[in-house]
Nanobody, 120 residues
């Protein structure tokens, strides 16, 4: 089984920066896309950014230009650099990995989440 271990969350002031890290361990074969989701209080869990195994990226409009997702395949780690943070970025951030389980089938693997709080 794959385990995702997240780190880097915390409390910052508006305009500050944080870098989230997510390290995958265990049975890490056939992991393709990795990404970050977030869930604010009372809201659904939404995609923030994802990155493919080849390095292609995609971002939610709300974070485009401020956040950068990257990955180190040698370390099986994905990062989310968050700059110019706003109070609306406050949420629990979840690491996600997509693991192919068969031909045309896959499963989502989730970290436990890390709290990011941005004060005004």
């Amino acid at each position: 089984q794959v385990q995702l271990v997240e780190s880097g969350g915390g409390l910052v002031q508006a305009g500050g920066s944080l870098r989230l890290s997510c390290a995958a361990s265990g049975s890490i074969f056939r992991i393709n896309d990795m990404g970050w989701y977030r869930q604010a209080p009372g809201k659904q869990r939404d995609l923030v950014a994802f990155i493919t195994s080849d390095g292609s990226t995609n971002y939610a409009d709300s974070v485009k230009g401020r956040f950068t997702i990257s990955r180190d395949n040698a370390k099986n780690t994905v990062y989310l650099q968050m700059n110019s943070l706003k109070p609306e970025d406050t949420a629990v951030y979840y690491c996600n990995a997509v693991q192919q389980t068969g031909w045309g089938t896959s499963r989502n693997i989730w970290g436990q989440g890390t709290q990011v709080t941005v004060s005004s």
